[in-house]
């Protein structure tokens, strides 16, 4: 696998363990993420499948398919959510060439030229902060002591965290 290659393929792991976060929790009104699948072919693209939360049923998922590059820089995972959250609202008439079918699912090829990517809400700042906060990446060595012990959303989006670390309770 060349250097390109590997950035896609981290790229589309990144998005696929963002996405699982609204397997449980609606990416959007009552629309979860049933599943994620790499574009065939290493294409640089991600698929993502919405639906009613619990639904299996091919012909009741809808899937799109989000290109991972912007020109050539590489999208971040947020960018494919606010790209998916738009393309799966609101009225889009896709042309018969942006629609296909994958594994009994209809499959709309977006163009993000042709989408507004839906703004970053509150909940996604806070979701990436106690992500960052409870599952730290990167080496041992180089991760801050600071753990999270607990949260609480409290008014005006304001958001209460617990920590601790091994020097101070």
């Not at 959250?85 to 993000?112: N, Q």
């Not at 002591?145 to 670390?165: I, V």
Request: aromatic share 6%; charged share 30%.
């Amino acid at each position: 696998m060349n250097e390109d290659e590997r950035e896609i393929a981290d790229l589309q792991v990144e998005v696929a363990s963002l996405l699982s976060d609204h397997v449980y929790a609606p990416l959007l009104e009552d629309q979860h993420v049933r599943g994620v699948l790499p574009a065939p072919s290493q294409a640089p693209a991600v698929r993502a499948v919405l639906g009613d939360r619990g639904e299996t049923r091919p012909e009741r998922l809808t899937a799109y398919e989000i290109p991972l590059r912007d020109g050539e820089d590489l999208r971040t995972p947020h960018d494919v959510v606010a790209l998916l959250r738009a393309a799966h609202t609101g009225t889009h008439i896709y042309p018969r060439s942006r629609v296909t079918s994958v594994m009994g699912m209809d499959l709309y090829l977006v163009d993000p030229a042709d989408v507004t990517e839906a703004p970053f809400t509150t909940d996604d700042w806070a979701a990436t902060l106690l992500r960052c906060l409870a599952r730290p990446t990167g080496p041992a060595e180089d991760r801050h002591g600071a753990r999270l012990r607990g949260f609480l959303f409290r008014e005006e989006g304001l958001l209460r965290l617990y920590m601790d670390s091994d020097e101070v309770d």
